[in-house]
């Protein structure tokens, strides 16, 4: 059976990285998450945070799709499996990045609008023309994302998106995920 998640070890920071690798048949129908990104982008213009100074600004809310569900499904019991994690999602967004575009660079605990903090950062390739590197300045490392890839690290650490370098825009899905246990106890 083909590896799903590489655990890294930078600066006594996790980093887990892999290919979605779904049981079925079928490849996971990652242009249906981007079809998604797209319609955040051009039809609703949902984002973030309205305010155009502010990092939020280049994240676009998506709508609930079964696709997106079976993505975080994926996630959270390949964790609990492998980690022991119990988590649930949180919160997610996509970025639609133009050729020679870059993010700004963010961690997810001080950009989070919940009572609840996360726990996980998720960032899945959704689509891409060439690679595309997540880097992490504070650890100085990178990943490369590909189509189908992600790269999963604790939401503390700061990221950015690396400069879309293909003549094509590129879709970008990320989700931070939160213990389960803090998720029911504020539901109470």
């Known amino acids: 059976m083909k590896e799903t998640f590489k655990e890294h070890i930078i600066k006594d920071k996790t980093i887990l990285t892999g290919t979605v ?72 967004w996509g970025n639609f990045l133009m050729p020679n575009e870059k993010t700004n660079t963010r961690n997810n605990i001080l950009y989070n609008n919940h009572k609840i903090k996360p726990c996980l950062t998720m960032i899945y390739g959704a689509h891409l023309k060439n690679n595309i590197d997540v880097v992490f300045p504070d650890l100085r490392h990178a990943y490369t994302l590909k189509n189908n890839s992600f790269v999963l690290f604790d939401p503390d650490i700061n990221y950015y998106i690396g400069k879309n370098t293909s003549n094509r825009p590129a879709i970008i899905f990320t989700t931070t995920f939160a213990d389960s246990k803090n998720l029911e106890s504020n539901v109470l």
């Open 21 to 92: 690798n779904f049981p079925a048949p079928n490849p996971f129908p990652r242009d249906l998450i981007a079809a998604l990104v797209l319609d955040g982008v051009y039809i609703t213009d949902d984002r973030k945070n309205t305010d155009p100074l502010d990092i939020r600004h280049e994240d676009y809310l998506l709508q609930t799709s079964k696709e997106r569900t079976a993505l975080h499904v994926y996630f959270v019991e390949y964790l609990q499996v492998l980690k022991k994690l119990f988590i649930a999602p949180l919160d997610s």
